[in-house]
T-cell receptor
Framework: KAGVTQTPRYLIKTRGQQVTLSCSPI?????VSWYQQTPGQGLQFLFE???????NKGNFPGRFSGRQFSNSRSEMNVSTLELGDSALYLC?????????????FGPGTRLLVL | QKEVEQNSGPLSVPEGAIASLNCTYS??????FFWYRQYSGKSPELIMS????GDKEDGRFTAQLNKASQYVSLLIRDSQPSDSATYLC??????????FGDGTTLTVKP
């Protein structure tokens, strides 16, 4: 079974631009979570989607948004990029989105904001 | 107080030794606990999951959970240089949301 895939793998943007990242979960997985990882803040939870609905949300500003499609693929969007948004963005999928359940991570998208 | 705290590290052990990684969490409602390994520039890779009090062994890895003390640990026996990585403790409070510790960097010296 194919793992979690994320596209693109690398992105360079400038301040003020917006960006869209994509995540395809493991086949059959219905829950997709997004995380931001930076050297200073570690791995921080952004939000989670289950059955096309945002079910959990972290403490990030409204510039960070996401959605999930009927095939469970998910996108996250960051508008008005800031230098501090430079990070590794990871998505993770799980089967039914019920605890306890293991999340499997994709390879990540590395975003650099100049 | 952070929701999930790990020993700050870095931790250095000689090859063949036991490496001990510790994690405490603040929410007593936490249901499941995970250890991930992350190599530099890579995404986290699941090593162990544990849901009940006690020990869980998988090869050279043993996870220990004590919910009364809100404590999770990971022991790596016969440590190898390939075990050198950052180890992340993750706590799942509710479905779809995990909170991670800052990680402990382990170096295994040949």
């Amino acid at each position: 079974k194919a793992g979690v895939t994320q596209t693109p793998r690398y992105l360079i943007k400038t301040r003020g631009q917006q960006v869209t990242l994509s995540c395809s979960p493991i086949s059959g997985h219905r829950s997709v979570s997004w995380y931001q990882q930076t050297p200073g803040q570690g791995l921080q939870f952004l939000f989670e989607y289950f059955s096309e609905t945002q079910r959990n949300k972290g403490n990030f500003p409204g510039r960070f948004s996401g959605r999930q499609f009927s095939n469970s693929r998910s996108e996250m969007n960051v508008s008005t990029l800031e230098l501090g948004d430079s990070a590794l963005y990871l998505c993770a999928s799980s089967l039914a989105g019920t605890a306890p359940e293991t999340q499997y991570f994709g390879p990540g998208t590395r975003l650099l904001v100049l | 107080q952070k929701e999930v705290e790990q020993n700050s590290g870095p931790l250095s052990v000689p090859e063949g030794a036991i490496a001990s990684l510790n994690c405490t969490y603040s929410d007593r409602g936490s249901q499941s606990f995970f250890w991930y390994r992350q190599y530099s520039g890579k995404s986290p890779e699941l090593i162990m999951s544990i849901y009940s009090n006690g020990d869980k062994e998988d090869g050279r890895f043993t996870a220990q959970l004590n919910k009364a003390s809100q404590y999770v640990s990971l022991l790596i026996r016969d440590s190898q240089p390939s075990d050198s990585a950052t180890y992340l403790c993750a706590v799942n409070i509710r479905a779809g949301k995990s909170t991670f510790g800052d990680g402990t960097t382990l170096t295994v010296k040949p």
